[in-house]
């Protein structure tokens, strides 16, 4: 079991960054073309998932930048709700 356990680690990485690369937003990829990181996930699976988790993957700002508004903790801090009183 434990010879083949690098092999299932490896192949579901694999798995999981094609997963990740088909799901992404073609414009916010990073570095190179989404079709071409597929290629390199596929073709160089331990190599080629690493690169894409650290290099590729989208992020925060090449998503547009924008974080989702938070809503108030405590209604004294709800400007809505103050206005209402």
């Known amino acids: 079991m434990g010879r083949y356990l690098p092999i ?5 990485l694999t798995i999981y960054c094609v997963v990740e690369v088909a799901q992404a937003r073609p414009y916010a990829v990073r570095r190179m073309p989404r079709w071409l990181w597929a290629t390199v996930v596929i073709c160089l ?3 080629g998932s690493l690169s894409w988790l650290f290099f590729g ?3 925060s700002e090449s ?6 508004p938070q809503p108030p903790r405590a209604p004294d801090d709800d400007v809505d709700f103050l206005r209402g009183l």
């Open 63 to 68: 998503l547009g930048g924008k974080k989702p």
């Open 45 to 47: 699976p331990l190599f």
């Open 8 to 12: 299932v680690i490896v192949a579901l």
């Open 57 to 59: 993957r989208p992020t």
